[in-house]
């Protein structure tokens, strides 16, 4: 499984910006794909994840009605996209994309992802 994100930079707060996950290789069991993101000092956190057998969702309450994960399937690539809107200063970070498998949702419960794309940083500041 390789994994490219992309689509970070810098926005002011009320801002939007749209990341990007290529997923290659992707295994034909069930399997868990989302975003996390770590903060300067901070512990990595799971942000938005989706199972991939039925497109079923988990966001964190901090980002729930401002962020929203979707998919396209272009076979042999999954591109997962994570479309962040109102953007808040507290939402700078280093924002990776993350694949678990077996796995679903529940990914963003842990950290223990069997494979983790670099990541792009996403930076709110006026």
């Known amino acids: 499984v390789q994994l490219q994100a992309s689509g970070g930079g810098l926005v002011q707060p009320g801002g939007s910006l749209r990341l990007t996950c290529a997923a290659s290789?992707?295994?034909?069991?069930?399997?868990?794909i989302g975003w996390f993101r770590q903060a300067p000092g901070k512990e990595r956190e799971g942000v938005s994840c989706?199972?991939?057998?039925?497109?079923?969702?988990?966001?964190i309450e901090s980002v729930k009605g401002r962020f929203t994960i979707a998919r396209d399937n272009a076979n042999p690539t999954v591109f997962l996209h994570l479309q962040m809107d109102s953007l808040r200063p507290e939402d700078t970070a280093v924002y990776y994309c993350?694949?678990?498998?077996?796995?679903?949702?529940?990914?963003?419960?842990?950290?223990?992802?069997?494979?983790w794309g670099q990541g792009t940083q996403v930076t709110v500041s006026s």
């Open positions: 290789g992707l295994p034909s069991e069930e399997y868990g």
């Open positions: 989706m199972s991939s057998s039925d497109g079923s969702t988990y966001y």
């Open positions: 993350a694949v678990h498998v077996p796995g679903d949702r529940r990914l963003c419960g842990t950290t223990r992802a069997d494979y």
